[in-house]
């Protein structure tokens, strides 16, 4: 259920803890089927699903995650959160929203061992339109808002969620450099200057925060997998950040609110385009093109 703390803190810090809106079944029904993928090369696919190729540091990440079973399908537009999304993205009833109220330009599943991290990364005065945070008319119109779900407890030293609360106004960088910030700037607790907050999460909370905000992962000190599952959703004008393709057996089976969602777009054909015109229309990449 959406409230005005949930608004107001969104606003303010540019992110929000719905704390417990997943039940512990579900959270092990997505770990389980998570784990159900078998080892994939980076790169490579297991049916609709695309191991990204990160570097090693960043763990292993399960793109089109939403293919992986109904557990994951159920997350295109869950209760818990479907309508701070559409609060936070804004527009529901003008030309942002023809296509739809939102779309996932994004999913995937990320397991991170020992020693794995992101860098520190995005924040309010980098200014990118894709990852915009805006409040505007009395509505919030962000480019950009990821929906978080641990598989697992992320406390100290599990790898937690590194946030600048309130960075994603920010109209300037921190000021102070890292010396041990490589030059693709990358840092990582507890060495980090900047004025960061862990994200401490149990099994069953949906971090939600805006992609604007200054965000990486710290450092994996513990043992074993520190497991998430990250949707990223926008306005339904957007498009797939890796150039995804939804599969036919999925969209066959969603609702049609969830087909909305993952694919916004409808096209307008002339009727004498033939099946060879029409592939030859889209442009296609060889999966070893993806970073
Ligand atoms: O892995 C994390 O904790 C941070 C995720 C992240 O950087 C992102 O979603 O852009």
């Given at each position: 259920?959406?409230?005005?703390?949930?608004?107001?803190?969104?606003?303010?810090?540019?992110?929000?803890?719905?704390?417990?809106?997943?039940?512990?079944?579900?959270?092990?029904?997505?770990?389980?089927?998570?784990?159900?993928?078998?080892?994939?090369?980076?790169?490579?696919?297991?049916?609709h699903v695309h191991r990204e190729n990160l570097p090693e540091e960043r763990g292993v990440s399960l793109q089109q995650i939403y293919e992986a079973g109904p557990a994951f399908e159920?997350?295109?537009?869950?209760?818990?959160?479907?309508?701070?999304?559409?609060?936070?993205?804004?527009?529901?009833?003008?030309?942002?929203?023809?296509?739809?109220?939102?779309?996932?330009?994004?999913?995937?599943?990320?397991?991170?061992?020992?020693?794995?991290?992101?860098?520190?990364?995005?924040?309010?005065?980098?200014?990118?339109?894709?990852?915009?945070?805006?409040?505007?008319?009395?509505?919030?119109?962000?480019?950009?808002?990821?929906?978080?779900?641990?598989?697992?407890?992320?406390?100290?030293?599990?790898?937690?969620?590194?946030?600048?609360?309130?960075?994603?106004?920010?109209?300037?960088?921190?000021?102070?450099?890292?010396?041990?910030?490589?030059?693709?700037?990358?840092?990582?607790?507890?060495?980090?200057?900047?004025?960061?907050?862990?994200?401490?999460?149990?099994?069953?909370?949906?971090?939600?925060?805006?992609?604007?905000?200054?965000?990486?992962?710290?450092?994996?000190?513990?043992?074993?997998?520190?497991?998430?599952?990250?949707?990223?959703?926008?306005?339904?004008?957007?498009?797939?950040?890796?150039?995804?393709?939804?599969?036919?057996?999925?969209?066959?089976?969603?609702?049609?609110?969830?087909?909305?969602?993952?694919?916004?777009?409808t096209y307008r054909l002339p009727p004498s385009l033939t099946p060879d015109e029409l592939m030859a229309g889209l442009k296609m990449t060889a999966p070893e093109g993806f970073r």
């Amino acid at each position: 259920m959406l409230s005005d703390l949930d608004l107001y803190q969104f606003d303010l810090n540019g992110y929000v803890i719905l704390r417990g809106a997943l039940g512990l079944d579900e959270v092990a029904e997505l770990e389980r089927q998570l784990d159900a993928i078998p080892p994939i090369n980076p790169n490579k696919w297991f049916g609709h699903v695309h191991r990204e190729n990160l570097p090693e540091e960043r763990g292993v990440s399960l793109q089109q995650i939403y293919e992986a079973g109904p557990a994951f399908e159920k997350l295109i537009d869950h209760p818990a959160y479907f309508e701070h999304l559409k609060a936070f993205i804004g527009n529901q009833d003008d030309f942002d929203s023809h296509h739809g109220p939102i779309y996932i330009d994004e999913c995937f599943g990320l397991i991170r061992g020992p020693g794995g991290f992101i860098g520190m990364h995005s924040g309010g005065f980098k200014r990118t339109k894709r990852t915009q945070f805006r409040y505007h008319n009395h509505e919030f119109h962000c480019g950009q808002v990821n929906v978080f779900i641990p598989l697992t407890d992320i406390g100290p030293g599990d790898g937690a969620t590194l946030v600048v609360p309130g960075s994603h106004k920010s109209n300037l960088p921190y000021p102070r450099k890292n010396p041990q910030s490589t030059p693709s700037d990358q840092i990582d607790k507890p060495t980090s200057p900047e004025p960061t907050v862990e994200v401490h999460l149990k099994r069953g909370d949906v971090l939600m925060f805006v992609d604007a905000i200054r965000h990486g992962g710290a450092k994996r000190t513990n043992p074993g997998l520190r497991k998430v599952v990250i949707y990223r959703f926008g306005p339904s004008w957007g498009n797939s950040r890796h150039g995804y393709l939804p599969s036919k057996a999925l969209l066959e089976r969603l609702t049609p609110q969830q087909r909305k969602i993952v694919q916004p777009q409808t096209y307008r054909l002339p009727p004498s385009l033939t099946p060879d015109e029409l592939m030859a229309g889209l442009k296609m990449t060889a999966p070893e093109g993806f970073r």
